[in-house]
């Protein structure tokens, strides 16, 4: 029997249905809570979400249990995988990688964990790419190499009304450093070593999102490049950004509107929107 290695990945990679289906990938949900109510991220509906976050009512979320992660290898071991790649969210952000090495430990057959460092279409991009290669028989170190790959390469940029959400959900990290600046001041940020860091300070909304959409199309315009545009629910602001990006980059292989994780959505908060820009 000819290798087969297994993707799998966890539902802050912010993935499609889609594109889960089109390239086998398996997907674990991370858990939510609002209130006493604790369940797969994918269960909640996001406009109630956006509510209860604008409420102040309890919102946290947690990594998936290790069992989420031993059942979804086992079905990859009965479906005839030799190997399980196995691709998360940032160390620095969730123990969900920890969880996913417990399980693995578990495991019949070779099962390699790797931390992404980063969250969102970020995560997603690098993914795909080792589902796809994982599709065209490549070995299992060439099926991390390509997820790694894009890893590295990959720039994350975030824009968020506000610092709070980041900082109750205690994942705001090197951002602590923009707290207390006015309200007036929209912080622009990025992802670092694993860990939200900022990126720039910009007076105004508006001007905010037109220096995102500069630093996105710099960035996109250096090597041919997939760019995803991430967010809770798509609205005239995102497709607004989505033209803009098509006229000013060259070379754009791919431009998505992304409906977010909804985790991750809980911790950038309502109104927050990023532009993933991975060259390929």
């Not at 495991?107 to 790419?129: A, E, N």
């Not at 994982?134 to 790959?149: K, L, P, Y």
């Amino acid at each position: 029997m000819s290798p087969h290695v297994a993707v799998v990945t966890d539902s802050t990679a912010s993935l499609s249905g889609q594109l889960v289906r089109q390239w086998g990938i398996k997907v674990i949900q991370l858990q939510l809570q609002v209130d006493e109510r604790i369940d797969d991220e994918a269960r909640f509906d996001r406009d109630e979400l956006v509510e209860s976050l604008r409420a102040n009512r309890l919102v946290a979320t947690a990594p998936p249990d290790p069992g989420a992660f031993f059942w979804t290898y086992q079905d990859a071991v009965s479906e005839g995988a030799t190997a399980i790649v196995s691709v998360h969210i940032s160390g620095r952000m969730s123990a969900t990688v920890e969880a996913a090495r417990q399980a693995a430990e578990q495991i019949r057959i070779p099962v390699y964990t790797v931390d992404s460092g980063t969250v969102g279409m970020s995560l997603g991009f690098g993914v795909l790419s080792a589902a796809r290669a994982a599709a065209a028989g490549a070995h299992v170190n060439r099926v991390i190499e390509a997820a790694e790959r894009r890893f590295t390469s990959t720039s994350e940029l975030i824009y968020v009304d506000t610092l709070e959400y980041l900082r109750r959900g205690g994942r705001i990290g090197a951002a602590q450093a923009l707290l207390g600046t006015a309200l007036s001041i929209k912080p622009l940020l990025t992802v670092q070593r694993g860990e939200v860091a900022p990126l720039s300070r910009v007076p105004g909304a508006k001007r905010a999102m037109n220096k995102l959409i500069d630093i996105a199309a710099q960035r996109a315009n250096s090597y041919p490049s997939e760019v995803a545009v991430s967010c809770f629910r798509p609205t005239e602001r995102e497709l607004s950004v989505v033209r803009t990006l098509r006229r000013r980059v060259r070379n754009l292989r791919d431009l998505s509107i992304v409906e977010s994780s909804v985790v991750v959505g809980s911790h950038v908060g309502p109104g927050a929107m990023s532009v993933t820009v991975s060259p390929v």
